[in-house]
């Protein structure tokens, strides 16, 4: 059973170190996505990506996140330096292009920023 | 730009009663409408979705959802609750920008024995 795999599951860092999150994408799909998920906010669309192309990080804060797909097996989403109202679980999903195609989640990152 | 919101960010029902969960979705565009569910420390899976083939959209674990456009509705429904379905479930839309979605708040379903 295909899935998105994303490393760490949990990462506990002190403020101001930089993060890196991995994620493999399933094999085929073409459109990537970053979310973060925190009590305050809900769900939040960080970094959209097609065909490895960046379609929209208007959500990402510019200054310390970046997202990167360096190829189709890996997605890759940075934060340097660390704040601790960073600290949120962060999600990969990936699927096919198309308005009806769903979303496949991984099982998240839990990034606690001391 | 799109939007849904989830009435409710909390439901509680006893084991065997209905399960209703409310969306409603704000969209210039025809709306593709999704329901996913997350249990604790996983990810969110997909229930079901609808795309405009029918009104009623059946999906896994017994629950199925009525898509009412008069009513900007996508309400989700299950006859009988069960205590493995205390989760939380989110609304989501896409149709504006490719299969991106935009989630709703969430709401937190709790099954009483």
Known sequence: ?114 | AQSVTQLGSHVSVSEGALVLLRCNYSSSVPPYLFWYVQYPNQGLQLLLKYTSAATLVKGINGFEAEFKKSETSFHLTKPSAHMRDAAEYFCAVSGNAGNMLTFGGGTRLMVKP
């Open chain 1, 1 to 114: 059973d295909a899935r998105v795999t994303q490393t760490p599951r949990h990462k506990v860092t002190e403020m101001g170190q930089e993060v890196t999150m991995r994620c493999q994408p399933i094999l085929g799909h073409n459109t990537v996505f970053w979310y973060r998920q925190t009590m305050m906010q809900g769900l939040e669309l960080l970094a959209y990506f097609r065909n490895r192309a960046p379609l929209d990080d208007s959500g990402m804060p510019k200054d310390r996140f970046s997202a990167e797909m360096p190829d189709a097996t890996l997605a890759t989403l940075k934060i340097q330096p660390s704040e601790p109202r960073d600290s949120a679980v962060y999600f990969c999903a990936s699927g096919f292009e198309g308005l009806d195609s769903p979303l496949h989640f991984g099982n998240g990152t839990r990034l606690t920023v001391t």
